[in-house]
């Protein structure tokens, strides 16, 4: 049996999923890295943090979209570490979805990276957290409670990832929390927004500057490692943005 905390982050390999999987490694916990397409900066980050401590990080490739491939991902990660303590749900899509102009499988897109995966993975993952008495973050986003001007399906999507938030954190007590981190302007999306939209959100922030992914990845450890009596919450780590919006 592993006895450092096992912690499985989906989307870990790149921006602020690997932000999260380098604080939690740096805390001592054994990361299972999830990714779906960037099996080049997995293996990186695996070799970066093994280099630290040999065996605390293994890659995880799956399609998250796929059900059928959930419980295999989680009876991977338990095969490989002895046990499971803490699941990120970090992976995300994001992109507009114009009325008129939205298609359903824009639709079905949207919710199955943000909502439907989210739910199943959990549901898989949900015996072995019990067993650790462990805890789920999940990534949310301000747009979840006040929806953004042509992504009607990402704020829905959004919007559903925290109502599972709240409503698992009802069905898995006592034995496991789960708690979303809600990030404000830390990393520019890649697609899906223009960039001079960026100085603009800025200006609107109380702090008047972006925060870092390691802002977020802090929210996480602290979440998953140290907030023994917190279930059922939504932290903003936003410098301010949600009281502008």
């Known amino acids: 049996m592993n006895p450092s905390p096992v912690v499985l982050v989906t ?44 065996g605390s990080v293994a890659t995880f490739a799956a399609a998250l979209e796929d059900d059928a491939a959930l419980h295999p991902l ?5 095969n490989r570490f002895g046990r499971l303590d803490g699941l990120v749900n970090n992976a995300s899509a994001f992109y507009p979805t114009p009325i008129g102009e939205t298609t359903a499988a824009h639709w079905d897109d ?14 898989a993952a949900a015996p072995a957290l019990r067993e650790a008495r462990g805890a789920i973050v999940s990534i949310v986003d301000i747009y979840a409670e006040r ?24 069905e898995l007590a006592p034995e496991v ?4 981190v809600a990030p404000g302007a ?24 972006k925060g870092e992914p390691e802002d977020v990845a ?10 023994h009596y917190t279930t ?14």
């Open 218 to 227: 802090e929210a996480v450890r602290w979440l998953l490692l140290d907030a």
């Open 186 to 209: 830390i990393l520019w999306p890649s697609s899906g927004k223009p960039e001079e939209a960026a100085e603009v959100l800025i200006a609107k922030t109380p702090l008047a500057r």
């Open 11 to 54: 989307g870990g390999a790149r921006r602020v999923g690997a932000a999260i999987a380098r604080r939690l490694h740096a805390a001592g916990c054994s990361v299972a890295v999830h990714y779906r397409h960037s099996s080049a900066e997995a293996d990186a980050l695996a070799r970066e943090l093994n280099a630290v401590r040999d």
């Open 147 to 170: 929806p953004l001007a042509g992504h009607t399906v990402y704020s829905m999507a959004k919007a559903a990832l925290e109502m599972l938030t709240l409503s698992l954190a009802k």
């Open 74 to 78: 989680v009876e991977s990660v338990t």
């Open 232 to 245: 059922g919450q939504v932290i903003r780590v936003d410098g301010g943005r949600a009281l502008t919006i």
């Open 110 to 123: 949207l919710f199955a990276a943000n909502a439907r995966a989210p739910f199943f993975l959990a549901q």
């Open 177 to 180: 929390r789960v708690n979303a």
